[in-house]
């Protein structure tokens, strides 16, 4: 994926955001990739290497959720042969296997604290000190970092280090959700539709204009990850075929409605629809906009909300909200 491909009929806000990152994939800065999960964050990461002087060499995607301390260390910076337990061979690590490419570290959240002060050390200097060596390597690798976390609020509570954020967070780039780019959606579904008739070898449906006046009311959780699913499943059902609303997922169906703000002068409360509503799609509404009137922050939101900081982040759990 190009940042051709990407600013083809994008928003006027996602189109900010390419452009600044088509400026900044030309240098050898850190750059740091926020947004919701399934915004698109490691195509951007991919196009900024393509569009890099390091664009022949390897890009290299890591997920650090799914590292532990001894795995990131042993993984990240590699180790030699008998240093611990299991090591029966030199192993260089991710960091020296991108050597002169881009190394993308994606939910940087997620890292454990103790290899976050090693990964600062790489970025000051450029060492990288396997496990079971005295001496220090140096290694040319461009970083690429990508999290759906709030890492300002993490810097606060001690989860994420305030120096190493300084450090990445040199050009930040904020994806904004695929509820905020709603004119993208068609151009989005269109390529993945595509992408999918061509991957299984069936012919892609079409939207009749009633199904894709709902795919523009969803609210999209999922972003960008989420109309891709869809097109799939539509292109394997339905091969072909004319996609009517009967079709489509029951949560695109169904969209929320969100009750009447006006108070009742006998119950002053909030009026209920006479259709009804569904509670938990309510919850996780005013949740995300929270969030996004808040600029993501946590705290604020949950005072918005009234609730405190815990319970918010029990909810953004339950609901997997990113």
């Given at each position: 994926?190009?940042?051709?491909d990407l600013t083809r ?262 009026r209920l629809p006479k ?48």
């Amino acid at each position: 994926m190009t940042f051709d491909d990407l600013t083809r009929n994008a928003s006027a806000a996602f189109l900010d955001i390419l452009n600044a990152a088509r400026v900044v994939a030309a240098t050898d800065v850190t750059a740091l990739i926020c947004g919701e999960s399934g915004t698109g964050k490691e195509l951007i990461a991919r196009a900024m290497h393509a569009q890099s002087p390091r664009s022949e060499a390897r890009f290299l995607s890591i997920n650090c959720a799914s590292l532990t301390e001894q795995l990131a260390d042993s993984l990240l910076f590699g180790y030699r042969k008998g240093a611990f337990t299991g090591a029966d061979r030199d192993h260089c690590g991710y960091i020296r296997a991108a050597t002169g490419g881009t190394l993308f570290l994606d939910e940087i959240g997620e890292l454990p604290i103790g290899s976050q002060a090693k990964l600062l050390r790489f970025l000051e200097c450029g060492e990288c000190l396997p496990l079971g060596e005295v001496q220090p390597i140096l290694v040319d690798v461009r970083l690429i970092a990508a999290t759906n976390r709030e890492l300002s609020v993490d810097a606060e509570t001690g989860r994420f280090r305030q120096d190493l954020l300084y450090r990445l967070n040199i050009v930040p780039l904020v994806l904004p959700p695929l509820r905020e780019r709603r004119e993208e959606i068609y151009t989005l579904l269109q390529r993945f539709l595509d992408e999918a008739a061509e991957t299984h070898r069936l012919r892609p449906p079409t939207f009749s204009q009633p199904s894709l006046k709902l795919l523009r009311q969803h609210n999209w959780p999922g972003n960008v990850r989420e109309l891709r699913n869809l097109a799939i499943r539509m292109t394997i059902l339905f091969p072909g075929q004319r996609i009517e609303p009967a079709n489509l997922p029951l949560e695109m169906r169904m969209p929320m409605r969100m009750p009447s703000l006006e108070r009742t002068d006998s119950q002053q409360g909030l009026r209920l629809p006479k259709e009804g509503i569904v509670m938990h799609q309510l919850e996780v509404d005013l949740i995300r906009q929270a969030l996004a009137r808040t600029g993501g922050n946590r705290s604020h939101a949950a005072n918005l909300l009234g609730l405190t900081r815990d319970t918010l982040l029990y909810r953004l759990k339950k609901y997997a909200i990113g």
